[in-house]
């Protein structure tokens, strides 16, 4: 099966028409058997349209169950996903209060408190992926934040 954008070259409707193959649209329009829904007129054409290409094989697809692996650009979020990311972005901020930006210097300061070098603190901070592991490797309870924090005096 495969489908054409027509276009009326009278009245200018556009439609759609299923054809069992690019022949058969061939040959019946030769025949005058392909007419505008809209006007009647058999003097129809394939319009222009954007060709339907298949996906790549190293893209990603949706699960089995319809949950996405990742969300494309553009693609507006369901109403929940939305009102669960806006309540979690308000207790990270609330979280945040309460805690000390120490930048760069977060694995060595996370590691003096746990050590006893410094008195305990909320701090936050940046670290690499290797200095969390090692941190975590420690026994030093660390964990991302789920959305990116702009340091004092670089937020807009």
């Known amino acids: 099966m495969i489908v054409y954008d027509l276009e009326c070259r009278v ?5 759609e028409g299923w054809f069992g193959s690019s022949d058969d649209f061939d040959r019946q329009q030769a025949q005058g058997l392909v007419s505008c829904p809209e006007c009647g007129s ?3 054409g394939k319009a222009l349209m954007a060709p339907h290409l298949g996906r790549k094989g190293n893209q990603l697809r949706p699960s089995p169950g319809g949950d996405r692996q990742a969300m494309s650009k553009g693609a507006p979020l369901p109403p929940e996903a939305v009102q669960m990311m ?4 308000a207790l990270q901020a609330e979280a945040l209060k309460e805690s000390r930006w120490v930048g760069d210097s977060f694995a060595d ?15 936050h901070g940046q670290a690499t992926l290797q200095e969390a592991k090692e941190l975590l ?4 309870s660390v964990a991302p934040l789920p959305f990116p924090v702009a340091p004092p ?4």
């Open 109 to 123: 300061d996370a590691r003096a408190m746990h050590y006893g070098e410094r008195d305990l603190e909320s701090i």
């Open 11 to 15: 009245g200018k409707h556009r439609f």
């Open 42 to 44: 058999s003097d129809v």
């Open 153 to 156: 005096g670089k937020a807009n």
């Open 137 to 140: 490797e420690e026994g030093i």
């Open 86 to 89: 806006q309540k979690l972005a």
